[in-house]
């Protein structure tokens, strides 16, 4: 069973369109995330939300939306898509807070805008 | 502004031979080392963490040393394998609160037979 599990692997879309990634995580914890992973590798948060509510949200557009419907899932919805969106998206879970917090990522949504 | 600096950015290194990874961070406040292991096409997964009242720790192969006084720690692969062809990532965080994770740029490390 994955524990974190997001979908589509990959998006190809054009420009100005809008898209949604989705996320779900059977582990039960009540934090969940989403990274953008840029084409140099780096890893920079962009979201959290604690039992869906909203607890990080980093110098993102307005264009990106994430919604959780309830804390086992977290989709992030992408308003008129710009080419410096392109990257891979991974959705993350962990349970608490403090040293022992472990991150579990998704495999990614690589997501290509052309 | 990158709070957490990684080098080498790529290292290729002889099967059995030591693999090592260095990072410096500015925020005194992060209280909370992790490193994670990225394969192709899958996400980043933890794979040793260090918090800074020891100066190291040592998991199999794989070992952080932690130096306060400098801000610097580092990830070492002793006896590096093909299968450890990854890239790692080093990180901070502060463990009070919830929980953001500050990521260095990735190493890619190539380990050749």
């Known amino acids: 069973d994955t524990a974190v599990s997001q979908t589509p692997k990959y998006l190809v879309t054009q420009m100005g369109n809008d898209k949604s990634i989705k996320c779900e995580q059977n582990?039960?914890?009540?934090?969940m995330y989403w990274y953008k992973q840029d084409s140099k590798k780096f890893l920079k948060i962009m979201f959290s939300?604690?039992?869906?509510?909203?607890?990080i949200n980093e110098t993102v557009p307005n264009r990106f939306s994430p919604k959780s419907p309830d804390k086992a899932h977290l989709n992030l919805h992408i308003n008129s898509l710009e080419l410096g969106d392109s990257a891979v998206y991974f959705c993350?879970?962990?349970?608490?807070?403090?040293?022992?917090?472990?991150?579990?990522f998704g495999s990614g949504t690589q997501l290509s805008v052309l | 502004q990158q709070q957490v600096k990684q080098s080498p950015q790529s290292l290729i290194v002889q099967k059995g031979g030591i693999s090592i990874i260095n990072c410096a961070y500015e925020?005194?406040?992060?209280?909370?080392f992790p490193w994670y292991q990225q394969f192709p096409g899958k996400g980043p997964a933890l794979l040793i963490a260090i918090r800074p009242d020891v100066s190291e720790k040592k998991e199999g192969r794989f070992t952080i040393s932690f130096n306060k006084s400098a801000k610097q720690f580092s990830l070492h692969i002793m006896d590096s394998q093909p299968g450890d062809s990854a890239t790692y990532f080093c990180a901070a965080s502060t463990s009070g609160g919830y929980q953001k994770v500050t990521f260095g740029i990735g190493t890619k490390l190539q380990v050749i037979p």
């Open positions: 925020n005194t406040a992060f209280d909370y």
């Open positions: 582990l039960g914890h009540d934090t």
């Open positions: 939300y604690n039992n869906k509510e909203l607890i």
């Open positions: 993350a879970s962990s349970q608490g807070q403090g040293f022992n917090e472990k991150l579990f």
